[in-house]
């Protein structure tokens, strides 16, 4: 867990080095999100430029445009998938809130962990997906799923992290506007990197040389 905090802290820093940068990109994700249906391509481009400022000293917007152009229709596919499935796990919790029994306890277990679940491979799978050379959604979640499944605690640590930052934006919401999801992209691609790195397979070179980052020996 350790390493998780350690590794958000990381991301939450990276920001003073293109704080204006950062800034401008979340007013252009809050933008681009406004029609609903392009929120996951905006995400997408937002990590996307996260993703290279944290390699490149002449990041510019450009990559940010680039991913979300590129992920207009990936990111429909998302957008569909997470609204069917916060639905049937909300609709069930919902049906199920005034039963009893151990058995009704496991199934609101399972169904919150399944959103859980769903929703820590979404803080992973677009920044996974810029580290593929050959990117596709299917080998993206296929990383990010044994990326949380290797790492459940690391992966919690990150989330403690994500945590104080969407609760200080609930607080302060002007926050909404300027840093959250640019502090949010910056924590996912550090996250993903320190696991790219502790798996061996991060190095100096911009791609990831394999379709699918991890391998079951991770």
Same mark, same amino acid.
């Given at each position: 867990?350790?390493? *998780?905090?350690?590794?958000?802290?990381?991301?939450?820093?990276?920001?003073?080095?293109?704080?204006?940068?950062?800034?401008?990109?979340?007013?252009?994700?809050?933008?681009?999100?406004?029609?609903?249906?392009?929120?996951?391509?905006?995400?997408?481009?937002?990590?996307? #430029?996260?993703?290279?400022?944290?390699?490149? @000293?002449?990041?510019?917007?450009?990559?940010?445009?680039?991913?979300?152009?590129?992920?207009?229709?990936?990111?429909?596919?998302? *957008?569909?998938?997470?609204?069917?499935?916060?639905?049937?796990?909300? $609709?069930?919790?919902?049906?199920?809130?005034?039963?009893?029994?151990?058995?009704?306890?496991?199934?609101?277990?399972?169904?919150? #962990?399944?959103?859980?679940?769903? #929703?820590?491979?979404?803080?992973?799978?677009? $920044?996974?997906?810029?580290?593929? /050379?050959? @990117?596709?959604?299917?080998?993206?979640?296929?990383?990010?799923?044994?990326?949380?499944?290797?790492? @459940?605690?690391?992966?919690?640590?990150?989330?403690?992290?994500?945590?104080?930052?969407?609760?200080?934006?609930?607080?302060? @919401?002007?926050?909404?506007?300027?840093?959250?999801?640019?502090?949010?992209?910056?924590?996912?691609? $550090?996250?993903?990197?320190?696991?790219?790195?502790?798996?061996?397979?991060?190095?100096?070179?911009?791609?990831?040389?394999? /379709?699918?980052?991890?391998?079951? $020996?991770?």
């Amino acid at each position: 867990m350790l390493g *998780g905090l350690r590794a958000g802290w990381r991301g939450l820093l990276h920001l003073q080095y293109r704080g204006y940068q950062y800034i401008w990109a979340n007013i252009l994700w809050i933008a681009l999100s406004l029609p609903i249906i392009t929120i996951p391509a905006a995400w997408a481009g937002l990590t996307r #430029f996260s993703y290279y400022a944290h390699r490149q @000293p002449t990041a510019s917007f450009d990559e940010f445009w680039q991913g979300f152009r590129e992920n207009l229709k990936r990111g429909l596919v998302i *957008g569909i998938l997470n609204v069917v499935l916060v639905v049937v796990n909300l $609709t069930n919790l919902y049906a199920y809130q005034y039963a009893t029994g151990a058995g009704v306890m496991v199934l609101r277990i399972i169904w919150l #962990f399944a959103l859980f679940i769903w #929703f820590a491979i979404q803080l992973y799978v677009w $920044t996974l997906l810029n580290a593929m /050379e050959q @990117p596709n959604l299917k080998g993206a979640y296929r990383n990010a799923a044994v990326m949380i499944l290797l790492n @459940p605690l690391f992966t919690i640590g990150v989330w403690l992290v994500c945590a104080v930052v969407v609760v200080f934006s609930m607080v302060f @919401p002007v926050a909404w506007i300027l840093l959250t999801g640019s502090t949010l992209a910056a924590i996912a691609n $550090t996250a993903v990197q320190d696991r790219l790195r502790a798996a061996g397979y991060e190095r100096n070179s911009m791609d990831i040389p394999t /379709e699918e980052v991890f391998s079951d $020996t991770y």
